[in-house]
């Protein structure tokens, strides 16, 4: 939900209690005017009405639908004018309503009489119509005028927000420039920016030192492996007997991988900085043929019988090396968790480059492959790096990766086309 | 054959010169550039072994000072690093081949020979052991001068056996060796064994001693010392 739309809830939601309190308050507020006001008009009649008397012959004669007026004795206390509620038949209505009467008493001529009349009272359904209908009605005014408004209003506040959002999402470690922010008149944002501003140039610092460290750990870690592996071969060629043969043996083979491990590490983390620069449009069709014609050997050796569908001169856009390793350890992949005998089959169109093979059914998950390290055999030779170079291949070009295990059969199906 | 290593890493260089003289190959070494110009303008060799890398500059700087003064020489650079920009630069420069750290010493030696076959001997070098007889310029390989049917691959591993006569040839050297740098990941020994094991049929099959041996664990090694 938009946070503009947020506001806008919250704001009417609050507004509705106010106008809902509001409501009674002018409510109450309006009825006791009303009865007030009412009164002071009937003491007004009740005062006209007295002066009248002392014009006439009989004052009492003035007695008419809705002015009583009875006489009292001289000496009796004078009343006060007073307001009091009563039920009383209503003409024009037909029927018995809710009325306000009025008394005080007055001295005419030197008699004293107590006067009193009614009048329909303002009932408190038309008050509350009155109330509602004028609060519905701003209610409506402020709805309108809030939600077009703040819209306007939002769009001006937020740009400097949507600006950043852009300057995030172009974010690019190989560029090497940390997040700068046009300053802003809000101080959130300027907050906001600050922190941003901070981090892109920490995490551009630690992937510099990550990157240097992974750089030179596979540079330098070349020399010392080869001076054991010279060493472990001269002393396998010197005079041992079995045991320490298959001492030598045993460290001799930790380092091949160690050497394999390393290789592979420096090549992904050369894919990850994208360093292979230099896309040329390839004939993947042909690299395709001519690596299976590479492996052909090894196939034939693990009988392995391979059916392709391979569209010629299907064209993709990669560096030469990086096509060259996708479509190998593709390959190496299919081959080396094979069954023997068994089968691989290879679809290659404009669209897609499906490659499947029989083979073990996985353990776990497939997709756990793609993680680095992650091997269906976790004795087998292999180091588990092989998909993880295929799949940081593909993200590179933005081709999607598909692992799956079907019919026992392993296989990955790459998007050409993103 | 005698040889100029230039490589800074002593360690290193004490392990590939007690390789080669152990295969009768002389093997001279300094550690830097101004040392190696030296020895370039004085002596001569059959190959240059060179790093790129060492304290005083880069070996690639040298290329040119080899070319002009070992007319005859091989240049063949061993590098710690594994790129591709490095291996096509000295190539262009005039190297004949390229190895990239670590390397197995038998390769080592492996390429170094075909090298001096190829140039000092131009190629018409036949390797002849008792019965065997392997002619790397059409690679053809006979024994008691009947022609073996092998394939490309086999022909290879009996070449590097030939060249690395009672030196035990770990899988993994032999995986490289056969199949090259890319497909290191590649590790499956059983194609080895079943290249030995075709390789072995044959030679048998044609009335040869079986030199090569099993050295459990590790590989395999031709042993000239082979009994009937």
């Excluded at chain 1, 506001?7 to 609050?14: A, K, V």
């Excluded at chain 1, 009025?102 to 038309?126: C, P």
């Excluded at chain 2, 131009?122 to 022609?147: H, K, M, R, W, Y």
Aim: with cysteine; glycine share 4%.
């Amino acid at each position: 939900m938009k946070l503009i739309n947020q506001f806008t809830i919250w704001y009417l939601g609050i507004s509705i209690i106010v106008f809902l309190i509001g409501g009674i308050l002018i409510f109450y507020k309006m009825e006791s005017e009303i009865d007030f006001e009412q009164g002071q008009e009937l003491e007004r009649q009740l005062d006209r009405y007295a002066r009248k008397m002392e014009t006439l012959e009989n004052p009492g004669s003035l007695q008419k639908d809705r002015l009583e007026i009875t006489e009292l004795p001289a000496d009796q206390a004078m009343v006060r004018f007073h307001i009091s509620d009563t039920l009383a038949w209503h003409e024009p209505l037909e029927q018995v309503e809710r009325q306000v009467k009025a008394g005080k008493s007055y001295l005419v001529n030197g008699r004293h009489f107590y006067m009193s009349t009614y009048n329909i009272m303002i009932e408190s359904d038309d008050i509350t119509e009155t109330v509602v209908q004028t609060m519905v009605a701003i209610f409506l005014m402020l709805l309108v005028f809030i939600v077009v408004t703040s819209r306007l209003v939002s769009k001006r506040i937020l740009q400097p927000f949507h600006q950043s959002l852009d300057k995030i999402r172009t974010f690019n470690f190989k560029d090497n420039q940390p997040l700068v922010f046009e300053s802003t008149r809000t101080e959130e944002f300027e907050k906001l920016h600050d922190f941003l501003n901070k981090m892109s140039v920490r995490l551009l610092s630690d992937y510099k030192i990550v990157k240097e460290f992974s750089e030179n750990l596979s540079h330098e870690i070349q020399t010392p492996i080869a001076v054991a592996s010279g060493k472990l071969e001269l002393l396998l060629n010197s005079p041992i007997d079995k045991q320490q043969a298959n001492w030598i043996g045993a460290a001799y083979r930790a380092n091949e991988k160690m050497t394999k491990i390393v290789n592979s590490l420096a090549t992904l983390a050369k894919l990850e900085n994208q360093e292979f620069e230099g896309t040329q449009s390839i004939n993947f069709s042909s690299l395709v043929t001519d690596c299976l014609h590479e492996y052909e050997e090894l196939m034939g050796m693990k009988k392995i019988t391979v059916h392709q569908r391979i569209k010629p001169s299907v064209k993709i856009d990669m560096h030469a090396h990086m096509a060259e390793m996708l479509v190998d350890n593709l390959l190496n992949n299919a081959i080396k968790h094979n069954t023997s005998p068994g089968q691989i089959c290879l679809e290659l169109n404009n669209k897609v480059l499906k490659i499947s093979n029989k083979g073990a059914r996985p353990t776990g998950n497939v997709t756990e492959y793609l993680k680095r390290f992650k091997k269906g055999n976790p004795s087998s030779e292999s180091i588990g790096l092989g998909l993880s170079i295929i799949q940081q291949i593909c993200r590179i070009h933005g081709y999607t990766l598909e692992y799956t295990f079907i019919n026992e059969e392993h296989q990955i199906t790459i998007q050409l086309q993103n | 054959m005698k040889i100029l290593l230039i490589e800074d890493q002593l360690e290193l260089s004490e392990n590939i010169t007690e390789f080669l003289s152990s295969v009768g190959v002389f093997c001279e070494t300094c550690d830097n550039c101004f040392d190696a110009q030296d020895k370039i303008l004085v002596n001569s060799y059959d190959s240059v072994v060179l790093d790129i890398m060492l304290p005083d500059g880069s070996g690639l700087n040298l290329i040119d000072l080899i070319k002009k003064n070992q007319a005859n020489s091989n240049i063949l650079i061993i590098s710690a690093k594994n790129s591709l920009g490095d291996k096509i630069e000295g190539l262009e420069l005039g190297a004949d081949d390229y190895l990239t750290k670590p390397f197995h010493l038998a390769e080592l030696h492996a390429r170094l020979k075909a090298l001096y076959r190829r140039n000092q001997l131009g190629g018409s070098d036949v390797l002849t052991f008792n019965e065997i007889q392997v002619n790397p310029e059409n690679l053809q390989a006979s024994i008691n001068q009947t022609l073996l049917d092998l394939t490309k691959k086999e022909f290879d591993l009996l070449l590097f056996f030939m060249t690395n006569k009672d030196r035990v040839l770990g899988r993994q050297a032999i995986v490289q060796h056969l199949w090259g740098d890319y497909t290191d990941d590649l590790a499956n020994f059983d194609f080895v064994y079943q290249h030995i094991k075709n390789l072995r049929k044959k030679i048998c099959r044609a009335g040869a001693r079986d030199y090569i041996e099993t050295v459990y664990g590790i590989g395999y090694k031709f042993n000239t010392s082979a009994e009937k």
